[in-house]
């Protein structure tokens, strides 16, 4: 079975500062797709970055990137410029290409951001 | 159409009675997943539909558990007999179904179940 973890429960960073929020999966397959989903308190679940695992480069959405390190089943997401609306939980997710393709989600972590 | 939508928002009911929430995927959208998310975890798989079959179903969604897609548009999750352990936030997602770099699950706001 495919497993997300995320070490961090919870994590702070002031207001315009840079955050690295960490995740790792664990998985046989060598084709899948990764994600960063945010969920803010009391709203629903929006998708921050994906990442196709052909893929070397990093993905980037403005101020978000990831850190993905296939060999070391590695996933980090890094705020940049962190702003206020940037507080929320954060999810790791995996999908595979095959069956359902139903996401596998870590236990999430929770960014405080601080003005 | 502004994204997925669930209804209700919020069920508070007592133990044993039957409960059913309601999905209405983006208009689309050819798959529908049903996830349940506890507190402090991560929300975990159910079951999903291409269109109007249901195709798979997680070992965690028991004989109590009922999901319906008629006509391939929104999609209905009953619980019967419902018990404590069922109390949970209930989300629904949607996605083309396309296996492609694009293809993404949109999630809805939710029913939060609390069964007392």
């Known amino acids: 079975a495919q497993t997300v973890t995320q070490s961090q429960p919870e994590m702070s960073v002031q207001e315009a500062e840079t955050v690295t929020l960490s995740c790792t999966y664990d998985t046989s397959e060598s084709d899948y797709y990764l994600f960063w989903y945010k969920q803010p308190p009391s709203r629903q679940m929006i998708l921050v970055i994906r990442?196709?695992?052909?893929?070397?480069q990093n993905a980037t959405e403005n101020r978000f990137s990831v850190n993905f390190q296939k060999a070391a089943k590695s996933f980090s997401l890094k705020i940049s410029d962190s702003q206020l609306g940037d507080a929320a939980m954060y999810f790791c997710?995996?999908?595979?290409?095959?069956?359902?393709?139903?996401?596998?989600f870590g236990t999430g972590t929770r960014l405080t951001v601080i003005p | 159409d502004t994204g997925v939508s669930q209804n209700p928002r919020h069920k508070i009911t007592k133990r044993g009675q039957n409960v059913t929430f309601r999905c209405d995927p983006i208009?689309?959208?050819?798959?529908l997943y049903w996830y349940r998310q506890t507190l402090g975890q991560g929300p975990e798989f159910l079951t999903y539909f291409q269109n109007e079959a249901q195709l798979e179903k997680s070992r965690l969604l028991s004989d109590r558990f009922s999901a319906e897609r008629p006509k391939g548009s929104f999609s209905t999750l009953e619980i019967q007999r419902t018990e404590q352990g069922d109390s949970a936030m209930y989300l629904c997602?949607?996605?083309?179904?396309?296996?492609?770099?694009?293809?993404?699950?949109?999630f809805g706001p939710g029913t939060r179940l609390t069964v007392l």
């Open positions: 997710a995996w999908e595979g290409q095959t069956g359902a393709n139903n996401l596998f």
């Open positions: 990442q196709e695992a052909y893929k070397q």
């Open positions: 997602a949607s996605s083309l179904g396309q296996r492609s770099s694009t293809d993404t699950q949109y």
């Open positions: 208009s689309e959208h050819n798959r």
